[in-house]
């Protein structure tokens, strides 16, 4: 188990998670950054009507290095 | 100054009760602190106390195979949990907790069952309540179903102020993300980018609204209807999505 922060970033500013959660490993932390973007995208009815082009999202270990990268545009609904 | 009567009417129901109502409840009638976390019901537990909240807050939710939990209701000053009670033996349908620490007035279910017998006023009250509830619960299904996490969130904020009657709501990013049926990692987000825009102010545990219209614009319509008490059902459709974003409106303080 680690600690991981997913960062979102829209092209221009960061939202940065201060937080962390605790995951078993990066593929567990990959599936975690996949939901929280789906949440943040989607609801029931379809995909938000908004530009999500320039959103990322960044999985962090505890030193901050960054271990992995995603596009909210590479991501569909569950 | 009766304050005994006073605490009781910080709870809406309790202060709209005709005089007669109040006296035949009087003497059953205790004034109680619960802590946060207190289990009041589990599903299929008889219901044997009516809860008026003076302060804090009541949640009801349903408990899923998967251990996640779904919100279907919060209660505070302006409800009660076990009313339907009043009209004869009832079990509860759902968890119901103290989700945010406060006291409570208190009554047990088979003396209220004989006192709503006595007063007709009582009965249109569990009436009217029970078809409130109803409408509410509607509208929460179609704004589960419906709407996104950030404008959900924000509804929510603003419904447990508006029931415990303060703008400090004191509830952690966890318990926010189980009743949302989110990631916390979604919540803790969205709130960082709702407190950079000075709406709110949050630690550990305590979320302060600093900017209450502009979560009102954040929230989806849910919360006007359900504060209008407005009753039926929403179409939520693409049109519908008139309120603000929390992620693409974002200004800077």
């Known amino acids: 188990m680690a600690m991981f922060y997913f960062n979102v970033h829209d092209g221009d500013l960061l939202i940065a998670d201060e937080e962390g959660t605790d995951l078993v490993d990066i593929d567990a932390a990959r599936a975690h950054a996949v939901v929280v973007v789906q949440e943040l995208m989607f609801r029931r009815s379809g995909m938000l009507d908004r530009d999500w082009s320039e959103w990322t999202i960044s999985i962090h270990d505890d030193d901050g290095a960054e271990m992995l990268l995603l596009h909210f545009s590479d991501v569909s609904p569950q | ?253």
């Not at chain 2, 003076?54 to 349903?62: E, K, R, T």
């Not at chain 2, 989700?99 to 009965?123: C, E, H, M, Y």
């Not at chain 2, 950030?150 to 029931?163: E, F, N, P």
């Not at chain 2, 302060?208 to 989806?220: G, P, S, T």
């Open chain 2, 1 to 253: 100054m009766d304050t005994y009567v006073e605490s009781h009417q910080d709870n809406q129901l309790l202060a709209a009760l005709t005089p007669n109502a109040i006296a035949l409840m009087r003497p059953d009638l205790r004034s109680i602190s619960l802590k946060q976390g207190h289990e009041l019901y589990d599903p299929g537990d008889d219901i044997d106390q009516i809860y008026f909240p003076q302060s804090g807050l009541l949640s009801l939710v349903v408990v899923t195979k998967d251990g996640r939990f779904f919100e279907t209701s919060a209660v505070g000053r302006d409800g009660a949990v076990g009313l339907q009670a009043g009209l004869g033996p009832r079990r509860s349908f759902t968890r119901a907790t103290v989700q945010i620490a406060g006291k409570f007035s208190v009554i047990p279910a088979d003396r209220f069952a004989s006192i709503v017998q006595d007063d007709r006023t009582l009965r249109d009250l569990i009436s009217r309540y029970i078809e409130v509830l109803w409408a509410e619960a509607q509208q929460i299904a179609a704004c589960n179903a419906g709407h996104d996490a950030s404008a959900r969130l924000c509804r929510w904020l603003l419904q447990c102020a508006d029931r415990i009657g303060l703008d400090l709501v004191e509830l952690t990013q966890e318990f926010l993300a189980q009743m949302l049926g989110a990631r916390r990692t979604t919540v803790t987000l969205l709130a960082k980018s709702l407190q950079e825009q000075g709406v709110i102010k949050y630690r550990r545990g305590r979320i302060q609204i600093l900017d209450r219209e502009r979560l009102k614009h954040f929230a989806c319509e849910c919360y006007h209807v359900m504060q209008s008490g407005k009753t039926g059902l929403t179409t939520i459709t693409q049109s519908s999505f008139a309120h603000g974003d929390v992620l693409f409106q974002r200004t800077r303080r």
